[in-house]
């Protein structure tokens, strides 16, 4: 993962005298997506050639990925670019905002580009048409190679400066790619973007690999892998292709996560018949029991304090969601609604928990205060589970499974997408089937 | 998950007695394969339990007597779930019903270290299809020879 090297950020305008601007609300389905202008990003002509496309193309493309990401979002309506009266290196200098506003465009993001001696430097400006005034201007610097990553920061910082909150696009999801039958799926860790671009995978697909997750800087991903048929958590360093086996128990380990800090992995561990939660310091190797029950405890989950964990468990009988202090004192059951709650996963907001909820053979994906209070039901489908969360805590990554005929036929894993208000599902493209999605913090911060 | 009862009480009416449900749980012999002349390797469960019923009890006895009589054999017992639970959630469950198995076979006499766990939770069903009766036959243990 190369840095992206900031060499300068300049906030020429509209910090202080925001008042007044555009503002989008982010809090509720937004039925009324803000019109927005990505005119494409005039390419100095003394630009170095590029290896993948024309260098002169490089400017539209950008603006492309970075409508794709507005547009993705359901609160921004990019406008069609065959509308656009005025040419991208004058609207840069100097918008005519009549001609913007003439074709309803509400908001107005312009920029340039220079590619010279392996260097890609980018800048860009966000315009309020409307009050005819600069809200945003930037300039970075990265290496041609980080084109895509280009136009996902352009996305995150137009979208912060909008709706106050910061975005999610510099980021990528690592999940399992699944191919073969249903009944002997072939599973790798598989990694890309956030827009389904750049797909890389991190195993073979010898054995079996299940629920990979990040930790907080990106760099090292924890997940449960069957190999020599040993299933146990695992910890692989995405850059060095080094994995380890997570700590010595002498039978299945599955379900991590990381902590908040980075430092511990929380898991389950399986012991004649029943499944605790266990943690493990990355670096004293020291493992800590923290449930102590003979029922199935399992899916824990650090509050972003890393004072509690959300776990399930089906002492009561039946899978429900409970909530302990870090050290596993203070058991609180936290759902007791109709059927069974599993997967919490706590917002890095730390206002809600996210859940799978099975009722009447029915799945849905929800979230609802840490205490369990004011449950909302955001999808519902035949099968679909494990939400991981958006940065910025604003969306919830999941997969859903379609169900098969008498022949076992039919079937599908597919990473989804959809905001906490309940508004903007979309399936997300992966190159294989998909499932146990786990998305990253922002790349570049 | 819980009212598969009603479901499967029609699956029985119109299928064969030989792949059917009681009270949620398998009966019948369709994906069943045999260790030995007799000797079924599964034993089926209801939705979300990992109580061993009459049937499996029986068929677990005959493993028991066969792991008796040949003595070099070990075995690993493969614990299995249905499609419809959470998939971490089902991986302890196939512990849970992978150990019910070894736990009835010890009593019967047989060394635990003859015998070896493994959970593959939803992962590796054994009927693909997305039906009650499908999902009864998902939920086993399987004793399969290791050596």
Known sequence: ?445 | MVLLGTLVLSACSTAKKSVGTMNDVYTGTETVEYLAKGVPDRVFFATNKSSLTTAARDTLRKQATWLRKNKNITVTVEGHADERGTREYNLALGERRANAAKDYLMTYGISGKRISVISYGKERPANPASSPLAYSMNRRSVTVKAN
């Open chain 1, 1 to 445: 993962m190369k840095k992206i090297f900031f060499i300068l950020l300049l906030f020429i305008a509209g910090i202080k005298n925001s008042y007044g601007l555009i503002k989008v609300d982010i809090t509720r389905g937004n039925l009324d997506p803000l019109p927005i202008a990505v005119s494409p990003l005039y390419v100095d002509p003394k630009s170095d050639k590029l290896e993948i496309f024309k260098t002169a193309k490089l400017g539209e493309e950008i603006s492309k990925i970075v409508e794709s990401n507005f547009k993705s979002t359901g609160l921004f309506n990019p406008l069609k670019k065959e509308s656009f009266v005025q040419k991208p290196d004058i609207a840069h200098l100097k918008p005519r905002f009549e001609d913007w506003r003439l074709i309803k465009a509400q908001a107005l993001v312009t920029g340039n580009i220079l590619v010279k001696e392996n260097q890609l430097k980018a800048e860009f400006r966000l315009w309020d048409t409307t009050a005819s005034k600069e809200m945003l201007a930037l300039s970075f610097t990265t290496t041609p190679a980080n084109w895509r990553r280009v136009a996902h920061i352009i996305s995150d910082k137009i979208y912060e400066r909008l709706t106050g909150e910061s975005g999610y696009f510099d980021t990528r999801i690592i999940y399992v790619s699944e191919t073969g039958p249903k009944g002997q799926r072939i599973k790798k860790l598989a990694l890309m973007d956030q827009d389904g671009f750049n797909t890389k995978y991190l195993t073979l697909g010898n054995e079996l690999v299940l629920t990979p997750r990040f930790n907080p800087t990106n760099q090292l991903v924890t997940y449960m892998s069957y190999f020599k048929n040993m299933p146990r958590v695992y910890l692989l360093d995405i850059e060095t292709g080094v994995q380890e086996v997570v700590g010595n128990f002498p039978g299945m380990t599955f379900a991590p996560r990381f902590s908040p800090d980075g430092k511990k992995i929380i898991m389950s561990f399986a012991q004649d018949g029943n499944s605790d939660i266990y943690s493990m310091d990355l670096n004293t190797r020291v493992v800590e029991k923290i449930t102590n029950h003979p029922s199935i405890d399992t899916s824990p989950s650090y509050s972003p304090d890393g004072k509690y964990i959300a776990f399930n468990s089906d002492r009561s009988g039946i899978q429900q969601i409970y909530v302990m202090r870090s050290d596993g004192t203070g058991v609180k059951r936290v759902t007791f609604g109709t059927g069974l709650y599993g997967t919490p996963v706590w917002s890095p907001r730390g206002d809600l928990i996210a859940f799978t909820k099975v009722r009447k053979g029915r799945f849905y994906i929800g979230v609802m205060r840490t205490d369990g209070s004011g449950e909302r039901l955001l999808t519902e489908n035949f099968y679909q589970e494990a939400p991981s969360w958006s940065p910025n805590g604003r969306v919830l990554i999941f997969y859903r499974e379609t169900k098969t005929d008498s022949k076992g036929k039919g079937f599908s894993a597919k990473l989804w997408s959809i905001d906490i208000t309940g508004y903007n599902e979309r399936k997300l493209k992966t190159e294989t089937d998909a499932s146990d999605p786990s998305w990253s913090s922002l790349l570049s911060k």
